[in-house]
């Protein structure tokens, strides 16, 4: 058998494993989400297929629901017959410019919990109420009110 041939034979061999490597792990579109139960359920669309009732694995002690567009990363731990959603970003909310070592919590209306480098910083959904914490203290931001009204 010449090196052509032989090169073909290994290829065709060795496609079924490459597709089922490739199948592993892919990337989806959320299409719905259900956090009621004590894992909550995805469904995501992946190409060309839909899958409905996905476990979403979360940190242990953080929990969120993502909104509809997300992009979860799905793993088939045990062959097709149980895919798992592993994490959802979400880059239309993700906050973005932080430095290094930075870390923050934050939803799609703006609302954030940052730890800056300098201090932790609160920003309420519209952006017009803050607390920033740091060595130089405390400084509130929020529209004027009347503390008589009432």
Request: hydrophobic share 35%.
């Amino acid at each position: 058998m010449d090196s052509k041939s032989m090169s073909r034979l290994l290829n065709n061999m060795l496609k079924p494993l490459y597709r089922r490597i490739r199948l592993l792990q892919r990337r989806g579109v959320l299409t719905n989400s259900n956090s009621a139960p004590k894992m909550q359920t995805v469904q995501v669309q992946l190409t060309p297929e839909l899958i409905l009732e996905m476990e979403h694995f979360e940190p242990y002690g953080f929990s969120s629901n993502p909104q509809n567009g997300a992009e979860p990363i799905v793993s088939n731990i045990e062959g097709k017959s149980h895919p798992i959603c592993l994490i959802v970003a979400d880059r239309r909310y993700r906050l973005s410019g932080m430095k290094k070592g930075e870390v923050a919590l934050s939803d799609d209306l703006g609302q954030k919990i940052h730890l800056t480098r300098d201090g932790i910083e609160m920003v309420s959904a519209s952006g017009a109420s803050s607390i920033v914490i740091s060595d130089a203290g405390i400084v509130i931001t929020t529209p004027s009110f009347d503390l008589n009204e009432g």
